[in-house]
């Protein structure tokens, strides 16, 4: 199946700073969601990307669809703690009988 | 509005025992899909409903099963449990399937699989 990688695996970040983490994939995804989850819980769906090189906010959060389709980026301005999770890139496959989950990036921001 | 609700929170089995798993969809919502996530990994995918017909099936052996009822409620059944079964077992509702633009996912809290 299909592997999307992220980069980088973990961060720890000062209150404040912001975030850039970013997702690969080995095939052409045709959409690119961006999900947070919190421990105890399942995961929420933060943005959704549905064309190449299509840029799109949520409040704090930035996501960008790659122009190779093969990767996406999700930035966050001004950390808080809240912030703190694991964030996931997502996608459905292009036959759209499949879906995939991202390796994650865990989160941590330090007051 | 309640959201997925998933039934058991926890279970704990011990190996080559059957086990359900139960998910509530939110109203309105006619697709089901479960996840399997090991602790320090994102969840895989292991199939999705939508209107009672499985529509996806992820890389999982057959001895993983499921259905859909008509009030679009789903179980999760898994025979011959092995240790590597261990895992938070995810639900997700949405409106339709992933081929459609509103097949936004909406997570239950999951139900915690320990197998001994």
């Known amino acids: 199946g299909q592997q999307l990688n992220q980069s980088p695996q973990s961060m720890f970040i000062q209150e404040g700073e912001d975030v850039s983490m970013n997702c690969t994939s080995s095939s052409i995804f045709n959409t690119w969601l961006w999900y947070k989850q919190e421990p105890g819980e399942g995961p929420v769906l933060l943005i959704a990307l549905y064309k190449a090189g299509e840029l799109t906010s949520n409040g704090r959060l930035t996501a960008q669809f790659g122009i190779t389709r093969k990767d996406s980026f999700l930035n966050i301005s001004a950390s808080i703690p809240s912030d703190v999770g694991i964030y996931f890139c997502a996608g459905p496959s292009n036959t759209g009988n499949q879906f995939y989950f991202g390796t994650g990036t865990s989160l941590t921001v330090i007051p | 509005d309640a959201g997925v609700t998933q039934s058991p929170t926890h279970l704990i089995k011990t190996r080559g025992q059957h086990v359900t798993l139960r998910c509530s969809p939110i109203?309105?919502?006619?697709?089901v899909s479960w996840y399997q996530q090991v602790l320090g990994q994102g969840p895989q995918f292991i199939f999705q409903y939508y209107e009672k017909e499985e529509r996806g099936r992820g890389n999982f052996p057959d001895r993983f099963s499921a259905r859909q009822f008509p009030n679009y409620s789903s179980e999760l059944n898994v025979n011959a449990l092995l240790l590597g079964d261990s895992a938070l077992y995810l639900c997700a509702s949405s409106l339709k399937v992933f081929r459609t633009r509103d097949y936004e996912q909406f997570f239950g809290p999951g139900t915690r699989l320990t197998v001994l």
């Open positions: 109203s309105g919502h006619k697709s």
